[in-house]
T-cell receptor
Framework: ETGVTQSPTHLIKTRGQQVTLRCSSQ?????VSWYQQALGQGPQFIFQ???????GRGNFPPRFSGLQFPNYSSELNVNALELDDSALYLC?????????????FGEGSWLTVV | AQTVTQSQPEMSVQEAETVTLSCTYD???????LFWYKQPPSRQMILVIR??????QNATENRFSVNFQKAAKSFSLKISDSQLGDTAMYFC?????????????????FGKGTKLSVIP
């Protein structure tokens, strides 16, 4: 049990639609990051938020956006869904001043785009 | 950009035996962190072991140990006394912490994974 919870666990969307995925970080963790894991691949870094501001981004288009709230929970929004967006989306939280401390992952949200 | 390569897509090991998973990485950085994560069918990513690049001593966590060769950019995972519960995908990951707007950004770069099956 990592204390990181994600919702929903599974969802199906149609191409062109928009989706919002949610993450509740472990208590005391003020940094949250999101990863996309396609089937048979390793996770790919999407972006990271610290104190409600994006402070790192991977190679993903602007239609992937996020929010972090004062209680450190977070959302991942994807607009104009494409078939290739079908993947497991993982949320991870960590304390600031990382210094190699553990990053805790949630169980992920499975997104299928049809 | 950093890259992480896991050259063994699948491996199997008999219960109670020892198995080694390979990982190589490419970076020009001198200070970084390396991780092995386990992902069972439940899909939750679980940290197995962590290594700081500035430490020469290889990390050990119970039955799990690493062979960290910084010059060769190699970071292999050894699992001793394999158990059925070790069956999972194993991912090697690299992280270079850096400062961005005054706060650290902790981006993990993962390999493609090795599927390990422990056979009774």
């Amino acid at each position: 049990e990592t204390g990181v919870t994600q919702s929903p666990t599974h969802l199906i969307k149609t191409r062109g639609q928009q989706v919002t995925l949610r993450c509740s970080s472990q208590s005391g963790h003020n940094t949250v990051s999101w990863y996309q894991q396609a089937l048979g691949q390793g996770p790919q870094f999407i972006f990271q938020y610290y104190r409600e501001e994006e402070n790192g981004r991977g190679n993903f288009p602007p239609r992937f956006s996020g929010l972090q709230f004062p209680n450190y929970s977070s959302e991942l929004n994807v607009n104009a869904l494409e078939l290739d967006d079908s993947a497991l989306y993982l949320c991870a939280s960590s304390p600031q001043g990382f210094g190699g401390n553990t990053i805790y992952f949630g169980e992920g949200s499975w997104l299928t785009v049809v | 950009a950093q890259t992480v390569t896991q050259s063994q897509p699948e491996m199997s090991v008999q219960e109670a035996e020892t198995v080694t998973l390979s990982c190589t990485y490419d970076t020009s950085e001198s200070n970084y962190y390396l991780f092995w994560y386990k992902q069972p069918p439940s899909r939750q990513m679980i940290l197995v072991i962590r290594q700081e690049a500035y430490k020469q001593q290889n990390a050990t966590e119970n039955r799990f140990s690493v062979n960290f060769q910084k010059a060769a950019k190699s970071f292999s995972l050894k699992i001793s006394d394999s158990q059925l519960g070790d069956t999972a995908m194993y991912f090697c990951a690299f992280m270079k912490p850096y400062s961005y707007s005054g706060a650290g950004s902790y981006q993990l770069t993962f390999g493609k994974g090795t599927k390990l099956s422990v056979i009774p």
